[in-house]
């Protein structure tokens, strides 16, 4: 499956962002997806991740009540609204996508977008 993100962008402190993921390629709602995240100098670190019927959600603790992941498999869509953001959410933003299972290990997924950059200034 091909994923291209969109959405990053400078943003203030306090405010919000929606994130899109958009998959072609294969059947989308044959896969759980997640998001996760690169900020300078450090590793990559999970984010949320949903499965195939949104039945089932994941989040880091350090954006839980803050960010919600949600799809529209209609629309071979993952998106994740990102409110309060905060100077530490400043990354690069990836979607990643996962045959088998929802999970929180990079590892698991399958396939990876290439990225959109989300800046939050304080």
């Known amino acids: 499956v091909y994923l291209v993100e969109s959405g990053g962008e400078l943003v203030q402190a306090g405010g919000s962002l929606r994130l899109s993921c958009e998959a072609s390629g294969r059947t989308f709602t044959s896969y759980a997806m997640g998001w996760f995240r690169q900020a300078p100098g450090k590793e990559r670190e999970f984010v949320a991740a949903?499965?195939?019927?949104?039945?089932?959600?994941y989040y880091s603790d350090s954006v839980k009540g803050r960010f919600t992941i949600s799809r529209d498999n209609a629309k071979n869509t993952v998106y994740l609204q990102m409110n309060s953001l905060q100077a530490e959410d400043t990354a690069v933003y990836y979607c990643?996508?996962?045959?088998?299972?929802?999970?929180?290990?990079?590892?698991?997924?399958?396939?990876w977008g290439h990225g959109t950059q989300v800046t939050v200034s304080s």
């Open positions: 949903i499965s195939w019927s949104g039945g089932t959600t």
């Open positions: 990643a996508a996962d045959r088998l299972r929802v999970g929180v290990h990079g590892g698991e997924y399958d396939s």
